[in-house]
């Protein structure tokens, strides 16, 4: 069954520094969402992206934040300078058609800020 | 505003108990959806189920079911006769229309611990 997968498992930096975390979504998908959980906490939406750009952000996803595309394959989010606050666990998650549609979620990146 | 309250914060129940899952919405659009995810304690979201705003019929799916009432913007999610296996936290979310917007809005979650 296709699934949408996520690399690292689990990313230690220090803060100030610049952090990618990767996603596959599944490949016939054509929307993309980055989600974040804080330890013990609901999840919050970041951002979405269709069609190579940004549909919808949240006060969440700052300057700090990107998306790429960068191939048919991968959807990336960058953290540019990383404060002790990003520290969270991220999902990707993706969708055949957007609106109503159920997202699809990888197993997430635990992100932890020193 | 879209809104989800799962006022359940922790629900603990013996294996084989019948348990109901929480969940009022608010939200100003006349068309959304509803979505329930399970996320076990690997830590990954699982989707359970997804239901519009004109479909109030309930379904069960094996132990699974859920009661979706209008009137009171709830969606309600039981699981019968539980297992072990059910543990997790479950969320419900919301997914409404306003400016075509597409994301989901969650709520807490409500942790269910079944012991044997």
């Known amino acids: 069954e296709p699934e949408v997968t996520q690399t690292p498992s689990h990313q230690v930096t220090q803060m100030g520094q610049e952090v990618i975390l990767r996603c596959v979504p599944i490949s016939n998908h054509l929307y993309f969402y980055w989600y974040r959980q804080i330890l013990g906490q609901k999840v919050e939406f970041l951002v979405s992206f269709y069609n190579n750009e940004i549909s919808e952000k949240s006060e969440i996803f700052d300057d700090q934040f990107s998306v790429e595309r960068p191939d048919g394959s991968n959807f990336t989010l960058k953290i540019r300078s990383t404060k002790l606050e990003d520290s969270a666990m991220y999902f990707c998650?993706?969708?055949?058609?957007?609106?109503?549609?159920?997202?699809?979620f990888g197993p997430g990146t635990r992100l932890t800020v020193l | 505003a879209q809104k989800v309250t799962q006022a359940q914060t922790e629900i603990s129940v013996v294996e084989k108990e019948d348990v109901t899952l929480d969940c009022v919405y608010e939200t100003r659009d006349t068309t959304y959806y509803l979505f329930w995810y399970k996320q076990p304690p690997s830590g990954e979201l699982v989707f359970l189920i997804r239901?519009?705003?004109?479909?109030?019929q309930n379904e069960i799916s094996g132990r699974y079911s859920w009661n979706f009432q209008k009137s009171t913007s709830s969606f309600n999610f039981t699981i019968t006769a539980s297992q072990v296996v059910d543990s997790a936290v479950y969320f419900c979310?919301?997914?409404?229309?306003?400016?075509?917007?597409?994301?989901?809005?969650f709520g807490k979650g409500t942790k269910l611990t079944v012991n044997p």
């Open positions: 239901r519009n705003s004109f479909d109030e």
């Open positions: 998650a993706s969708s055949e058609q957007g609106l109503y549609n159920e997202q699809f």
């Open positions: 979310a919301l997914s409404g229309s306003q400016g075509g917007s597409e994301k989901l809005v």
